[in-house]
Antibody, heavy 116, light 110 residues
Framework: EVPLVESGGGLVQPGGSLRLSCAAS????????MHWVRQAPGKGLEWVSC???????IYADSVKGRFTISRDNAKNTLFLQMSSLRAEDTAVYYC??????????WGEGTTVTVSS | QSALTQPASVSGSPGQSITISCSGT?????????VSWYQQHPGKAPRLIIY???NRPSEVSTRFSGSQSGNTASLTISGLQADDEADYYC??????????FGGGTKLTVL
């Protein structure tokens, strides 16, 4: 059983919106902070956002005001609502579990391509 | 949020040891002890190999070790093996309540 499985990626036009999901299993999802981390083609890792177990959120400056992280603890699912998408948002998006400021479990990623 | 600074590439022969540095500022690495390191093979998800500067998950080989001096954290891999060839990223929690990654280091096993 894979602990984290992302979905929802795809091709979207600049200015468009997309919602990513991350299904969690095998652990008490509600107890953990969760993150989204992305990786543009051929580039390094970039932290995107975090949602704490109490629902409070933090964002990287590059996505603040455009992306919204949320969680449904009843469905063990993490979300990332992305709007006003730009070409530079093209990346593989990973969800990851936080175990006290380090990311100990990662999903396999879902690919988002922003292009006309 | 500026990235932590890592060398773009390092290399070593099988059996040798290598060290990858990760330089930050007093706002991140030096102020907090939450430096972590991740290994990423091509086309794969990152994998945690070091956390809280020096701690290693139980499933990670003892050949991997971490250290810190001032604003610089380091990852050392001893007894290099072919499968160690990968990209390595450091990360730190910052005082602006955000996380930051290094630019990544490509390790080549000669």
């Amino acid at each position: 059983e894979v602990p984290l499985v992302e979905s929802g990626g795809g091709l979207v036009q600049p200015g468009g919106s997309l919602r990513l999901s991350c299904a969690a299993s095998g652990f008490t999802f509600s107890s953990y902070w969760m993150h989204w981390v992305r990786q543009a083609p051929g580039k390094g890792l970039e932290w995107v956002s975090c949602i704490k177990s109490d629902g409070s959120t933090i964002y990287a400056d590059s996505v603040k005001g455009r992306f919204t992280i949320s969680r449904d603890n009843a469905k063990n699912t993490l979300f990332l609502q992305m709007s006003s998408l730009r070409a530079e948002d093209t990346a593989v998006y990973y969800c990851a579990r936080d175990k006290y400021y380090h990311l100990d479990v990662w999903g396999e990623g879902t690919t988002v391509t922003v292009s006309s | 949020q500026s990235a932590l600074t890592q060398p773009a590439s390092v290399s070593g022969s099988p059996g040798q040891s290598i060290t990858i540095s990760c330089s930050g500022t007093s706002s991140d690495i030096d102020d907090y002890k939450y430096v972590s390191w991740y290994q990423q093979h091509p086309g794969k998800a990152p994998r945690l190999i070091i956390y809280d500067v020096t701690n290693r998950p139980s499933e990670v080989s003892t050949r991997f070790s971490g250290s810190q001096s001032g604003n610089t954290a380091s990852l050392t891999i001893s007894g290099l093996q072919a499968d160690d060839e990968a990209d390595y990223y450091c990360s730190s929690y910052t005082d602006s309540t955000a996380w930051v990654f290094g630019g990544g280091t490509k390790l080549t096993v000669l």
